[in-house]
């Protein structure tokens, strides 16, 4: 086809690498396998060098434009993410439609505004441009079909401890009021919750083969709801992983072990541990005897992590007890602050993953056939684990004390167990089947590329109108 004739997207991630991520992905894909042209618009509050680097690295037929920072310091310092996240994007619209008027007058026709979840406020402004309205949702059906269900079970009175969505796993409701943080988030979350009936179709990064149940009742939830339709997994699996200005050491590390010798640990891109927890961890490494690399984050006060200031830290190896880093040198290696992750868990020598269920960082270690030790720390990731557990893809990391903490013994036996034991055969056996599986949904004729070819179609078709 005619590029030049081909309509244009415009693609709009709310803050974080895990948002911004899949929406690259998304753009390449449709840039790359539908020949359409594609503009990130991101937010500038909130980001660091890796942002930069993944921005860098966009394929032809995608660029990125960066709104200006909003002034957010009068907002408490209690503020919880939900809503500093709300707040920022609140006071970007006008920047947003700058930029938006910007690509209507120089670009081809906009045939659809891709927006993710909290992002909702900017709606309006793609209605008074006539750009058609599409959600692309960065976590499972299971997580999205709890989302679109808070208004109701807000508005409900009985209050259940274990909500049944249809076609998904039970799930405890205390997880939703953890998942909210504050009464300001939950209503930010009802609001965005709210939004999502709005667009004109949501897609999902996720796939039938895996959700098959969720995704079922969700594709036609009746009349004036947008059809919901899976088209991942969409990850980044290229050589080259998100932001790799780094140094490629631990690459040649792993070369250097075994097959399916080596337990990756990494909790995402913002999370990390207490310190406490943190040095539990590095004990229980050591008395497991396995091989490790593990990707290290600033431990902070509480369990959590700064989603708003991820850059590097100074001395971030000083809470390890002393003499780890000697002792383990033979089996172990410690990266400080960012790895490439997708090319890790790409490598021959990676045997699980110690994660902490971040959605992303599900579905790279299930397109890489990689099981794994599910450690949640925060948002939807226990609706991840949870899945990812019952699956049988994943051992759980603790989950037995009622503190919360984990401790050095049950660590040692987990890693040993998914790296030497039967049942990290078994959760190996099965993580390969469902690889199978997610790979094929993406490929040419099947499931997800279908479902995201129709939807392509029909921007293109109205486009032409
Ligand atoms: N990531 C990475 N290197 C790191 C940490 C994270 O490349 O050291 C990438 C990871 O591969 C994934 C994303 O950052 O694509 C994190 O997204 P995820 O949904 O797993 O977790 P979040 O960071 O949103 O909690």
């Known amino acids: 086809a005619d590029s030049g004739s081909n309509p244009h997207v415009v693609l709009l991630p709310s803050p974080g690498i895990g948002h911004l991520i899949p929406f690259v992905e998304l753009a390449k894909r449709l840039a790359l396998h539908h020949n359409l042209s594609v503009t990130i618009i991101t937010f500038s509050n909130f980001t660091s060098h890796i942002h930069h680097a993944i921005l860098s690295a966009l394929p032809a037929g995608v660029s990125a434009v960066s709104l200006p920072p909003v002034p957010l310091d009068d907002l408490p310092a209690t503020t919880d993410g939900i809503s500093r996240i709300s707040v920022m994007i609140s006071r970007s619209i006008p920047s947003v439609r700058e930029a938006l008027r910007h690509i209507r007058d120089t670009t081809p026709r906009v045939a659809a505004f891709i927006i993710d979840l909290f992002c909702g406020d900017t709606l309006p402004i793609a209605e008074e441009l006539r750009f058609p309205q599409f959600i692309f949702f960065t976590s499972s059906l299971f997580c999205l079909s709890m989302f679109l269900h808070l208004p109701t079970l807000h508005d409900s009175p009985e209050k259940a401890n274990l909500l049944r969505l249809p076609g998904c796993l039970p799930l405890q409701a205390t ?86 010798s080596v337990l990756f640990v990494a909790f995402g891109s913002w999370g990390s541990l207490s310190l406490e927890q943190a040095g539990e961890l590095a004990v229980g490494l050591e008395m497991s005897g396995q091989r490790f690399l593990w990707v290290i984050r600033k431990p902070g006060d509480d369990e959590g992590g700064d989603y708003f200031s991820i850059n590097h830290a100074d001395d971030l190896l000083g809470f390890l007890p002393q003499g780890f ?141």
């Open 175 to 260: 997880l939703i009021s953890d998942m909210s943080m504050s009464d300001h988030g939950l209503s930010y979350m009802l609001h965005h919750s709210r939004n999502h009936d709005r667009v004109d179709g949501i897609m999902v990064n996720s796939f039938e083969a895996m959700e098959g149940g969720a995704a079922g009742f969700l594709r036609d939830r009746g009349e004036g709801k947008p059809p919901v339709v899976p088209v991942g997994p969409l990850v980044n699996c290229d050589a080259d992983s998100a932001g790799s200005d780094r140094d490629e050491s631990c690459i040649e590390w792993l070369d250097r072990q075994p097959d399916r």
């Open 325 to 465: 880093l000697e002792r383990t040198k033979e089996k172990g290696m410690v990266v400080p602050f960012w790895v490439p992750q997708a090319k890790i868990l790409a490598h021959a020598a990676v045997g699980g993953f110690l994660s902490h269920c971040g959605w992303n960082s599900c579905l790279e270690s299930i397109v890489n056939g990689v099981p794994m030790i599910a450690w949640p720390l925060n948002a939807e990731q226990p609706m991840n684990a949870l899945m990812l557990t019952e699956m049988k893809v994943a051992l759980r990391a603790g989950g037995s004390s009622a503190d919360g903490k984990v401790r050095k013994e049950e660590i040692a036996g987990v890693v040993r167990k998914l790296i030497e034991g039967e049942e990290g055969k078994d959760a190996r056996r099965r993580m390969r089947e469902v690889q199978e599986t997610a790979v094929k949904a993406v490929s040419s004729g099947e499931s997800s590329d279908v479902a995201l070819a129709v939807m392509v179609n029909s921007w293109k078709s109205r486009a032409d109108n």
